[in-house]
C-alpha cells in the first residue's frame, strides 16, 4: 500500500494534508480489536448506547462549521451544501438513539400447552464499512448510526479522495464517550482494504455505498465466509414530467435534484422524460434558471455549483456530452468547462440537452456531472418502458396533479425510492435504496437496524415439570 495519500482541493489542486495509508498489519489489527471490543460493547444495555449516540450528535453539531469547511475543501461542494450534510449527517445519529431502545423480541403461542416460543435480536458482530467521497459525513453515520445502536462495532474506510471528514466524525465519537475500538477509521484504497475486509474472520458484515461493478465484486468475495452484506449502489434516475404536471414546480425540484453536490449523487436527476405536448416550455424555463446558477469555489459565497470531485469523472462527464451532441442532442446552455490538468482542478459549468434518444451513452450511464438531458413521450406506458430500460433502480421520480397518473406511476416505476412532486425524498425516517443492481437492503428507517441484526429463535420444553 502507499505510505501516504494526499488529499487535494478539488477547486484549486491544491494539497489539504497528506494522510498515512494504514498497513495491511494496522488493518488487521483495528478488526481484531472492533471483534475483542464486540463482547463488552454488544452486553451494554440500549439506553447507554442510545445516551452516548445522542453525545456524538451534540459534540458534531458543536463543531460544525469545522466540519464543513473540512468538507467542502476536500470534496469541492458549496459550503452551504456541507452545512447541511452536518445536520443530515446528525439526524441519522439522533434516529438511530432512539431505535436503539426500540429493538423488542417477541413471544410465540406454542403448539403445545408444555413449550413457550422466544424470538430475541442480537448484533451481528463486527461491521467493516466503506464509504463514498460525495456524501463523506452521512453516509458514514448512515452506516455507523445502526450499527452502534444495534451493538456492533465498526470499522470503516473512507474514500481517498475524502477521509478527513469521516476522521474528524470518528475524533468527536471518541470524544462523546463511545470507546475508541468500538468505532474506528482505518485508510487505504478500495481494492486493497475491499480485499481485507471481506477475507476476515473477525468481519461478519460489509457495508457499501458506491458503483454497482464494486459493490458485485464486495459481494463475491464475502460470500467465501457468507458475510452478511448491504449495499448501496449506482442509479440512473429518471424524472418523468407529465402532461398536467405543475411545470414550475416540476422545473424547481428538478434543479434541486439535478445540481446538488454538482450532480454528484446517486440519487439526482439523469434523465428527464417530458410530455411532449409541454416539452417546449419545460425545456425553456428549465434553462433560464439553469443559466443563473454560479460555479465557482465551494468556500466563495453564493457559489451553487462545485467543481467535480477528479479527472477521472472530468473525462466521463465530457464523453458522454460529446457522444449525445455527435449523435444529434441539442445544447440548450453550458456545455462550458474550466479545467486544468496539470494544476488538477475541473469545473463543468450546467448543461442542458435537448433532443437525447436511448442511443446515447448519457441515457444508459449514470452521469456524475451537472449534465441534465431531456427526451419526450407520448403515453405513460412509453415512459415508465424508458424509465425501466436499465439496470439500475435506486431512485426515480415524476410531476403529475392526477391522482390516477401518480398511482400508476408509482405501482410500474421498479425503484426503490420515489418522489411524487418531491426532487428530495431522503430522510433518516425513511428506508433508503434501491431495486436491481441498485443495491441490497435499505438504510434510514426501521428498516435501516434490521440488517445490523441476527434473529435468534429459542423453543423451551417441559416448562411444567
Known amino acids: 500500500m502507499a505510505a501516504t495519500i494526499k488529499v487535494t482541493n478539488p477547486a484549486t489542486g491544491e494539497l489539504i494534508q497528506e494522510v498515512k495509508a494504514d498497513t495491511e498489519e494496522e488493518i488487521h489489527l483495528a478488526l481484531r480489536r472492533g471483534h475483542e471490543s464486540f463482547r463488552k460493547w454488544s452486553k451494554i444495555n440500549a439506553h447507554e448506547r442510545s445516551r452516548l449516540l445522542k453525545l456524538w450528535s451534540k ?49 410465540i403461542p406454542a403448539n403445545t400447552e408444555s413449550k413457550r416460543i422466544i424470538v430475541s435480536r442480537q448484533p451481528v458482530g463486527l461491521v467493516a464499512a466503506i464509504t463514498p467521497w460525495n456524501f463523506p459525513a452521512a453516509m458514514m453515520t448512515r452506516k455507523a448510526a445502526p450499527a452502534l445502536a444495534a451493538g456492533c462495532t465498526f470499522v470503516v474506510k473512507p474514500a481517498e479522495d475524502t477521509p478527513l471528514t469521516t476522521m474528524k466524525l470518528i475524533e468527536l465519537a471518541h470524544e462523546a464517550g463511545i470507546p475508541a475500538d468500538v468505532i474506528q477509521c482505518v485508510n487505504g484504497y478500495g481494492s486493497e482494504v475491499g480485499k481485507i475486509f471481506t477475507e476476515s474472520k473477525y468481519v461478519r458484515k460489509i457495508t457499501f455505498t458506491g458503483s454497482t461493478p464494486v459493490g458485485k465484486l464486495l459481494i463475491r468475495d464475502s460470500a467465501s465466509t457468507v458475510k452478511h452484506v448491504s449495499m448501496e449502489l449506482g442509479g440512473h434516475a429518471p424524472v418523468i414530467v407529465a402532461h398536467d404536471a405543475d411545470i414550475d414546480l416540476a422545473v424547481e425540484q428538478t434543479i434541486a435534484s439535478k445540481f446538488r453536490n454538482a450532480g454528484q449523487t446517486c440519487i439526482c436527476a439523469n434523465r428527464v422524460l417530458v410530455h411532449e405536448s409541454i416539452v417546449e416550455e419545460f425545456a425553456e424555463k428549465l434553462t433560464n434558471e439553469v443559466k ?12 451553487q455549483i462545485g467543481p467535480v470531485i477528479n479527472e477521472k469523472g472530468f473525462n466521463k462527464i465530457v464523453s458522454q456530452v460529446n457522444d449525445a451532441i455527435s449523435k444529434g442532442a441539442e445544447v440548450l446552455c453550458g456545455n462550458k468547462y474550466n479545467a486544468n490538468r496539470e494544476k488538477g482542478y475541473f469545473f463543468v459549468y450546467p448543461t442542458v440537452l435537448k433532443n437525447v434518444n436511448e442511443n446515447m451513452k448519457i441515457m444508459q450511464e449514470e452521469t456524475f456531472g451537472p449534465i441534465l438531458p431531456i427526451t419526450t413521450f407520448q403515453e405513460l406506458e412509453e415512459a415508465v418502458n424508458i424509465a425501466n430500460s436499465t439496470p439500475y ?25 420515489i418522489g411524487w412532486n418531491d426532487g428530495s425524498p431522503s430522510a433518516a425516517h425513511a428506508p433508503f435504496g434501491g431495486m436491481k443492481e441498485s443495491g441490497i437492503g435499505r438504510e434510514g428507517g426501521v428498516e435501516g437496524i434490521e440488517p445490523y441484526l441476527e434473529t435468534k429463535y429459542l423453543s423451551i420444553g417441559d416448562i411444567y415439570k
Open 292 to 303: 443563473k446558477l454560479k460555479v465557482g469555489n465551494g468556500l466563495e459565497k453564493g457559489t
Open 59 to 107: 459534540k458534531i453539531q458543536e463543531h460544525k462549521d469545522d466540519l464543513a469547511k473540512i468538507m467542502t475543501m476536500e470534496s469541492g461542494k458549496p459550503l452551504h451544501e456541507s452545512l447541511g450534510e452536518v445536520d443530515y449527517a446528525t439526524s441519522y445519529i439522533d434516529w438511530y438513539a432512539e431505535e436503539a431502545k426500540r429493538l423488542y423480541g417477541r413471544t
Open 393 to 417: 433502480g435506486l431512485a426515480a421520480y415524476f410531476f403529475t396533479n392526477d391522482y390516477r397518473t401518480g398511482i400508476y406511476l408509482h405501482e410500474h416505476l421498479d425503484f426503490g425510492i
